[in-house]
C-alpha cells in the first residue's frame, strides 16, 4: 500500500506528474473514511422485475431485516413500481400477486389437454402459450441495498438461496447476486430478465408435467441438490434450457436475445451447477477500499500496464480459442447430420434389407439381428466418417413426426482435427414422417449426450457432451443445420495446461437464410497460474477473440473475490470498469502512461483515480492514496 499526504498530494497537482517516479511516500494520517462523510444517510432507488408468467397487480411487503419492520405495498404493476430505501442492511422483498394463476410459458403451448380441462380456454384440447396452469410460483427475495439505483429480479432461484440467505456469486460470477443490479447496462439488465424468466419456466414447466403442484418443490430440490445428485434438479436445468431454445429459434424474440444468448446460456447452467455456498453479508460498509484489492488481482492477470493480458494466460486463451475452432463445430454438425441421415435412408421406414447400401459420399452395412445397426464409412463435409449406430426403438407417425432412439458413436476427421464420440443415447425427431423421395436430408430435430474426445492440433479435450441440433429446409434444394445447444464438460490438454473447462455454444443467427454455422460460445475455466492458483473466469463471445485484450467481457473469481470485468480500447484509449460487491467499482481510463478515472461506492464516489509521479492509483478526499499495482 502506497499513502500520499493531503499536502504532498496537492504540491504534486500543483507541479504536475513528472519527477522521478519513485513510490509515493507513506503517510498515517488516514481519516475514517478517507475524508467521505461516514455518516452519510443513503438512499437505494429499487425497480423491481418479475417474469410475465403471472400477474403483475398484487401486494409488495418489504421487511428491514435489522430492525424488523415492514412496509406494505399495494402495486397495479410490479415492473412498473419503484420505491426509496435507506442504505446500510438487507431488506426482505415478497410479492403476492392479486392472484396465484400461472400461464403456459411455452410459446408452441404446454401440451394435450385433460377431458374437460378448464384450463383449455379455446376447446382446441391443448394449453396454449398464455393459457391457465396448474402451477404455484414463490415471488421473495433478500438483498442488501446500494446507494443509487437497484433492480431486482423475482423468480425461483432467487428464491432458493435467499431462503437460506446463500450468496450465488461463485455460481453465476456476478459481482452482485445474480438477481440484483446496481451499477449496470441495457444489456446486463436484458440478461438478467431472461435469466429470470428461465428459472420461472423451469419451475412452472416441472410442476406442470409432473402434476405436482407445490410452491416450494424448487427450494426443496434446490436444498437436496446442494447435498447430493437430483434427478430433479437435472430436470429443471433442462426446461430452463428448453425456455432458451425457444427464446433463440422465435421470430419475434431472437432479434433481442441473440446478442445476449452466450453469456445467458452460460449463467443459467453454471447456476444450475451447484457447489458449496457462503453467506451473503447482512450489512454494508461505506467507503471500503476492499474493491482495490480485487481490482489489483484483476490487473495482476489482465496486465493493464502492458495492455495484455499476461503471456501465460494468452496462451491458455489461444489453446481455447484452437480448440473452438470452426472445423471442430463443422465436425459436430457432420456427426448429427450423417447419423440423422443414415438412420432414415437405409431403415425400417423403407422396409430395408440386411445389406450393402450406398447414400453420396457414404457406404452402409446394415443389420437388423439382433437389433438394428448401422456401420457408416465415407466422406462428409469433407470429414472422414467412420460411425457405428445401434437403434432399438422406433416411432413411425405422420402426425407427431418419426422419432428414433439410438446409441453408438465413431470418429470424424480432417487434417488437424479429430472427434471422437460415444452416445449414451442420441434422439431424432423428424417433422412430418418420412419422405422416402426425398434422398437429400432428413427435416427436424435431433438431441445427443455422451461422451467426446476432441483433439485439434496440440490440444486435446475431453469430457461428456450434449448436444442438439435442428435441420430445416432453406429451398427445395437445400437445407440448414442449425446448433440450439451445446455443451461440454471436461478437461482441456496441451503442452500449456491441464484446465478444468465448461463450453456452451448456439447459433446466434438460426433464422438467417444461409447454411453457415453462427456459434457464439460461453466458457468457463478452472486455471491454475503463477500467482492465481484458484483462479476461475468466464468468458464469452466468438471464440477467436477469447485472447483479444482490446474488447473484452470477463467475469472471475479469484481468492474468494468475484468480480466482473469490461475492457474497451479505443485508438489505444482503454478503459476498464471492475465490479465488486455491495455496489463497489472502479472505472480507470488509460492514455499512454496516464490514469484517470473514479472510485465509486453505488452512485457516490469515493476517490479519483489519479496519476501520481507515474504512479497511478486512487486519490482520497483525506489526501491519502493507494496505488493500483
Known amino acids: 500500500m502506497k499513502k500520499l499526504s493531503a499536502i504532498y498530494a496537492l504540491s504534486i497537482a500543483l507541479v504536475g506528474c513528472g519527477g522521478s517516479g519513485a513510490d509515493a511516500p507513506r503517510v498515517s494520517d488516514i481519516e475514517p473514511g478517507f475524508g467521505n462523510d461516514i455518516n452519510e444517510q443513503f438512499e437505494a432507488n429499487i425497480d423491481f422485475y418479475m417474469p410475465p408468467f403471472m400477474t403483475q397487480k398484487g401486494e409488495l411487503v418489504i421487511t428491514n431485516l435489522q430492525d424488523n419492520t415492514s412496509s406494505t405495498h399495494q402495486v397495479e404493476s410490479l415492473n412498473q413500481f419503484s420505491t426509496v430505501l435507506t442504505v446500510g442492511g438487507q431488506y426482505r422483498f415478497k410479492f403476492e400477486p392479486q392472484s396465484d394463476q400461472?400461464?403456459?410459458?411455452?410459446?408452441?403451448?404446454?401440451?394435450?389437454?385433460?377431458?374437460?380441462?378448464?384450463?383449455?380456454?379455446?376447446?382446441?384440447?391443448?394449453?396454449?402459450?398464455?393459457?391457465?396452469v396448474d402451477a404455484k410460483i414463490n415471488l421473495e427475495l433478500v438483498a442488501l441495498p446500494v446507494p443509487g439505483l437497484n433492480q431486482l429480479f423475482f423468480s425461483s432461484f432467487s428464491h432458493a438461496v435467499s431462503a437460506d440467505n446463500y450468496d450465488s456469486r461463485p455460481l453465476s460470477l456476478t459481482a452482485t447476486p445474480h438477481y440484483q443490479l446496481?451499477?449496470?447496462?441495457?444489456?446486463?439488465?436484458?440478461?438478467?430478465?431472461?435469466?429470470?424468466?428461465?428459472?420461472?419456466?423451469?419451475?412452472?414447466?416441472?410442476?406442470?408435467?409432473?402434476?405436482?403442484?407445490?410452491?416450494?418443490?424448487?427450494?426443496?430440490?434446490?436444498?437436496?441438490?446442494m447435498s447430493q445428485d437430483s434427478a430433479t434438479w437435472t430436470s429443471y436445468a433442462a426446461f430452463a434450457n428448453e425456455y432458451l431454445l425457444d427464446t433463440l429459434m422465435g421470430e419475434e424474440t431472437n432479434i433481442l436475445y441473440r446478442e445476449h444468448s452466450a453469456r445467458t446460456l452460460l449463467e443459467v447452467n453454471e447456476l444450475f451447477n451447484l457447489r458449496a455456498l457462503g453467506k451473503n453479508e447482512e450489512s454494508i460498509t461505506p467507503?471500503?477500499?476492499?474493491?482495490?484489492?480485487?481490482?489489483?488481482?484483476?490487473?495482476?492477470?489482465?496486465?493493464?500496464?502492458?495492455?495484455?493480458?499476461?503471456?501465460?494466460?494468452?496462451?491458455?486463451?489461444?489453446?481455447?480459442?484452437?480448440?473452438?475452432?470452426?472445423?471442430?463445430?463443422?465436425?459436430?454438425?457432420?456427426?448429427?447430420?450423417?447419423?440423422?441421415?443414415?438412420?432414415?435412408?437405409?431403415?425400417?421406414?423403407?422396409?430395408?434389407?440386411?445389406?450393402?447400401?450406398?447414400l453420396p459420399g457414404l457406404d452402409i452395412t446394415y443389420e437388423t439381428q439382433p437389433s438394428f445397426r448401422w456401420q457408416v464409412t465415407g466422406v462428409r463435409r469433407g470429414y472422414e466418417v467412420n460411425l457405428?449406430?445401434?437403434?432399438?426403438?422406433?416411432?413411425?407417425?405422420?402426425?407427431?413426426?418419426?422419432?428414433?432412439?439410438?446409441?453408438?458413436?465413431?470418429?470424424?476427421?480432417?487434417?488437424?482435427?479429430?472427434?471422437?464420440?460415444?452416445?449414451?443415447?442420441?434422439?431424432?425427431?423428424?417433422?412430418?414422417?418420412?419422405?422416402?423421395?426425398?434422398?437429400?436430408?432428413?427435416?427436424?430435430?435431433?438431441?445427443?449426450?455422451?461422451?467426446?474426445?476432441?483433439?485439434?492440433?496440440?490440444?486435446?479435450?475431453?469430457?461428456?457432451?450434449d448436444l442438439d441440433l435442428i435441420r430445416e429446409s432453406l429451398s427445395i434444394k437445400s437445407t440448414k443445420t442449425i446448433v440450439p445447444y451445446l455443451s461440454i464438460n471436461g478437461v482441456l490438454n496441451t503442452p500449456n495446461q491441464n484446465t478444468p473447462i465448461r463450453i456452451y455454444a448456439n447459433e446466434r443467427s438460426p433464422l438467417s437464410l444461409n447454411e453457415d454455422l453462427d456459434l457464439t460460445f460461453g466458457v468457463q475455466l478452472e486455471l491454475a497460474l503463477n500467482g492465481g492458483k484458484d483462479l476461475r473466469m468466464q468468458l464469452d463471445g466468438e471464440p477467436d477473440t477469447f485472447s483479444n485484450f482490446g474488447t473484452a467481457n470477463i467475469a472471475m473469481i479469484l481468492g474468494g473475490h468475484v468480480s466482473e470485468l469490461t475492457v474497451t480500447n479505443v485508438g489505444g484509449n482503454i478503459n476498464l470498469i471492475v465490479r465488486g460487491k455491495n455496489g463497489y467499482w472502479i472505472d480507470i481510463k488509460k492514455k499512454d502512461t496516464l490514469f484517470t478515472g473514479g472510485f465509486y461506492f453505488g452512485d457516490k464516489l469515493v476517490g479519483d483515480v489519479r496519476t501520481i509521479r507515474r504512479v497511478p492509483g486512487v486519490l482520497f478526499p483525506d489526501g491519502s492514496f493507494e496505488s493500483l499495482f
Open 182 to 225: 446496481t451499477i449496470n447496462t441495457a444489456f446486463q439488465k436484458r440478461k438478467a430478465e431472461y435469466v429470470a424468466n428461465a428459472m420461472a419456466y423451469a419451475d412452472i414447466m416441472q410442476q406442470y408435467s409432473s402434476g405436482v403442484v407445490n410452491s416450494s418443490l424448487f427450494v426443496d430440490t434446490f436444498n437436496d441438490a
Open 388 to 465: 457405428d449406430i445401434t437403434v432399438p426403438e422406433w416411432r413411425i407417425s405422420p402426425t407427431l413426426g418419426d422419432k428414433i432412439v439410438g446409441t453408438g458413436g465413431g470418429t470424424v476427421t480432417k487434417p488437424g482435427t479429430n472427434l471422437e464420440v460415444q452416445f449414451e443415447r442420441f434422439e431424432i425427431v423428424t417433422t412430418g414422417s418420412f419422405d422416402p423421395s426425398n434422398i437429400q436430408e432428413v427435416v427436424g430435430i435431433s438431441s445427443a449426450q455422451g461422451d467426446l474426445e476432441l483433439t485439434q492440433q496440440n490440444a486435446v479435450l475431453t469430457g461428456k457432451v
Open 102 to 132: 400461472v400461464y403456459c410459458p411455452k410459446t408452441t403451448g404446454c401440451g394435450r389437454s385433460k377431458l374437460n380441462d378448464p384450463n383449455d380456454l379455446n376447446g382446441n384440447n391443448e394449453i396454449d402459450f398464455g393459457e391457465p
Open 287 to 358: 467507503y471500503s477500499k476492499d474493491l482495490l484489492v480485487e481490482v489489483r488481482n484483476a490487473l495482476g492477470v489482465l496486465r493493464l500496464q502492458e495492455e495484455q493480458y499476461s503471456e501465460e494466460l494468452k496462451q491458455k486463451l489461444e489453446d481455447v480459442e484452437n480448440i473452438a475452432s470452426n472445423d471442430a463445430q463443422e465436425a459436430f454438425v457432420t456427426i448429427g447430420e450423417v447419423i440423422g441421415d443414415v438412420v432414415k435412408h437405409v431403415s425400417p421406414f423403407e422396409g430395408s434389407a440386411d445389406g450393402q447400401y450406398e
